[in-house]
Nanobody, 122 residues
């Protein structure tokens, strides 16, 4: 059984930084992704990292501001968010994919965390 738990959300001001952490129990040889969902909107891809941690992909609006890293010894995946904007406000979800390569496809993610709220005030 794989469990995914996020932590690190909160209320920050525009321009601030925030780091989200995701801990995975069980099998860890998965690619991992971060998604977010704002009120009234569909869940959207934020970024992903492959199983070995040497390949990442991001949605265009966060490129250069967000970065994903993982530590397979600690079973953690982090999302570092810099230069936050009000439009980054959402519930952020960590998820484990059924594939080894990083993917933007929400349907490839099998195990999901409960989400953590990130609110950016302008």
């Amino acid at each position: 059984q794989v469990q995914v738990v996020e932590a690190g959300g909160g209320l920050v001001q525009a321009g601030d930084s925030l780091r989200l952490s995701c801990t995975i129990s069980g099998k860890t040889l998965y690619s991992m992704g971060w998604f977010r969902q704002a009120p009234g909107k569909e869940r959207e891809f934020v970024g992903a990292i492959n199983w070995s941690g040497d390949s990442t992909i991001y949605r265009d609006s966060v490129k250069g501001r967000f970065s994903i890293s993982r530590d397979n010894d600690k079973n953690t995946v982090d999302l570092q968010m810099n230069s936050l904007k009000s439009e980054d406000t959402a519930v952020y979800y960590c998820a484990a994919s059924s594939t080894l390569g990083a993917s933007r496809n929400l349907n490839e993610y099998v195990y999901w965390g409960q989400g953590t709220q990130v609110t950016v005030s302008s």
